[in-house]
Nanobody, 125 residues
Framework: VQLQASGGGSVQPGGSLRLSCAAS????????LGWFRQAPGKERESISC????????FTLYSVSDRFTISRDDGKNTVHLQMHRLKPEDTATYYC???????????????????WGQGTLVTVSS
């Protein structure tokens, strides 16, 4: 399993970024892709995920009015569109993959979770 993340960078407060994660090596339509983030000194938290098996999704409530997850089935890719970014959104964002029913469990990290490399998002004026 390979998860290739892209799209991080630096942005001013109020700005937008779109993260993308391309997956390979997964059984078609039998997985969920999602995003976690980890700020310095904090635990890694689940942000959002979307199943490629059905339409189920999960998004952390505190970002649900600003972050939107979507998928591109043909490219096995998931996108996280982030708007109105805040300094507290600064973190390393990680792409992850797990079972197709993962959204039902809030996409909590587990023993079967597969990780991509992180991409840094910095929100600062």
């Amino acid at each position: 399993v390979q998860l290739q993340a892209s799209g991080g960078g630096s942005v001013q407060p109020g700005g937008s970024l779109r993260l993308s994660c391309a997956a390979s090596g997964l059984t078609p339509n039998s997985y969920t892709l999602g995003w976690f983030r980890q700020a310095p000194g904090k635990e890694r938290e689940s942000i959002s995920c979307i199943s490629f098996s059905d339409d189920s999704t999960f998004t952390l409530y505190s970002v649900s009015d600003r972050f939107t997850i979507s998928r591109d089935d043909g490219k096995n890719t998931v996108h996280l569109q982030m708007h109105r970014l805040k300094p507290e959104d600064t973190a390393t964002y990680y792409c992850a993959a797990d079972s197709p029913k993962w959204p039902r469990f809030g996409c909590r990290r587990g023993t079967e979770t597969r990780w991509g490399q992180g991409t840094l998002v910095t929100v600062s004026s």
